[in-house]
T-cell receptor, first 111, second 113 residues
């Protein structure tokens, strides 16, 4: 099956710093989503971004489908950004609408 | 308010016992999913259902069972055959199977006594 690798696995930032999280995938996809899991376990969908660039406030994401990677940018980080960021993909040949998740990037933003 | 409700938040299982985790949604979504998350890991798909009275195995279905008798409900049973059930279980549903943007419940933490 498709492989999804996220980097870095762990990241510690000072409040106000910027960061870039990366997601590499091993096959062509028709669906890529970024999620944030807060410290209580709730997952929130940040972006649906199979290709191109999107922005939402301090967050933006870019997917280069032909090169099989996606980037999530966090600018002016805040303590509430802490948690785990997951990338999830759906391969082009997937008949069951199943998402495959990466291992996540654990972010801690210090005040 | 529309959303996905999982219950209970915390659940303890005794040796040899079956337990059932509830997932209810009032979003009128057709597709629903169950995932397992182990500490420090990503999510792995257990079962999914794209329509009432139909469901498919995911990557780690052994030791689990599901039913989909109503559109709103997709309960997961962790059977005694699942030897390592301690994990965080997440339920999700999809608004549009074409886009497959998934929305998640708050999860159930299952531990073994």
């Amino acid at each position: 099956g498709i492989q999804v690798e996220q980097s870095p696995p762990d990241l510690i930032l000072q409040e106000g710093a910027n960061s870039t999280l990366r997601c590499n995938f091993s096959d062509s996809v028709n669906n890529l989503q970024w999620f944030h899991q807060n410290p209580w376990g709730q997952l929130i969908n940040l972006f649906y971004i199979p290709s191109g660039t999107k922005q939402n406030g301090r967050l933006s994401a870019t997917t280069v489908a032909t090169e099989r990677y996606s980037l999530l940018y966090i600018s002016s980080s805040q303590t509430t950004d802490s948690g785990v960021y997951f990338c999830a993909v759906e391969p082009n040949n997937n008949a069951g609408n199943m998402l495959t998740f990466g291992g996540g990037t654990r972010l801690m933003v210090k005040p | 308010d529309g959303g996905i409700t999982q219950s209970p938040k915390y659940l303890f299982r005794k040796e040899g016992q079956n337990v059932t985790l509830s997932c209810e949604q009032n979003l009128n979504h057709d597709a629903m999913y169950w995932y397992r998350q182990d500490p420090g890991q990503g999510l792995r798909l257990i079962y999914y259902s794209q329509i009432v009275n139909d469901f498919q195995k995911g990557d780690i279905a052994e030791g689990y069972s599901v039913s989909r008798e109503k559109k709103e409900s997709f309960p997961l049973t962790v059977t005694s055959a699942q030897k390592n059930p301690t994990a965080f279980y997440l339920c999700a549903s999809t608004e549009d199977r074409g886009l497959n943007i998934q929305y998640f419940g708050a999860g159930t933490r299952l531990s073994v006594l």
